[in-house]
C-alpha cells in the first residue's frame, strides 16, 4: 500500500469510526463535521483574504508608479541640476531603463475666500513635464482630454 493511502485510509477510520459511548456517538460525528467544516471554511476565507490583499497590493503599486516613478534624482540641495541634458542621456543609458523624463516638482501654497469670506489655504504639489512624460495618466483618462498646451 503507496503511504500517502496508508494515511488517507487511517484518517477516514478515525472520521467514521468515532463512535464513543452509545448515547455520544452522533454527538461526536457532529462535533467532528463541525471541526472539519470550520477548518475548510476557514482556510477558503484564508484564501480569498490573501487573493483580494494581493490583488489590491499590485493594483496601488501600479498606480503609485503610474503617476511618479521608479527612481527619482533630484539635486541634495534641492536646487536645479546642472547640465540636465547631458545627466538624462546617461541615465538613459543604463540597461533596463525605459523612460527618462525630467520634471519639475514644487510644492505650493493655495489660498482662496470661500462662499463665507473666510480664507482658506491648502498646499498642493505643481508637477510639470514635457509633453508625454506621463502616458499613464492620459491612458487613466476616463473622460474630458489630456492636452500639454501651453493654453490648456
Known amino acids: 500500500m503507496a503511504r500517502g493511502s496508508f494515511e488517507r485510509t487511517v484518517?477516514?477510520?478515525y472520521l467514521w469510526g468515532a463512535q464513543g459511548s452509545r448515547q455520544g456517538g452522533s454527538f461526536l460525528r457532529f462535533v467532528t463535521a463541525v471541526a472539519i467544516g470550520g477548518v475548510a471554511l476557514g482556510t477558503a476565507a484564508l484564501l480569498?483574504?490573501?487573493?483580494i490583499v494581493r490583488g489590491f497590493s499590485t493594483e496601488i503599486g501600479d498606480?503609485?508608479?503610474g503617476f511618479g516613478q521608479h527612481v527619482q534624482v533630484e539635486h541634495f540641495v534641492g536646487d536645479p541640476i546642472e547640465n540636465a541634458e547631458a545627466l538624462e542621456a546617461r541615465l538613459a543609458a543604463f540597461e533596463g531603463v525605459e523612460?527618462?523624463?525630467p520634471a519639475v516638482i514644487e510644492f505650493a501654497l493655495l489660498r482662496a475666500r470661500n462662499r463665507g469670506g473666510q480664507a482658506e489655504i491648502d498646499g498642493v504639489l505643481l508637477w510639470g513635464t514635457p509633453e508625454g512624460g506621463q502616458?499613464?495618466?492620459a491612458e487613466s483618462l476616463?473622460?474630458?482630454q489630456f492636452s500639454f498646451a501651453p493654453d490648456s
Open 63 to 65: 498606480k503609485v508608479v
Open 142 to 144: 476616463t473622460g474630458g
Open 11 to 13: 484518517a477516514l477510520r
Open 48 to 51: 480569498l483574504a490573501l487573493a
Open 99 to 101: 523612460r527618462v523624463v
Open 135 to 137: 502616458p499613464f495618466i
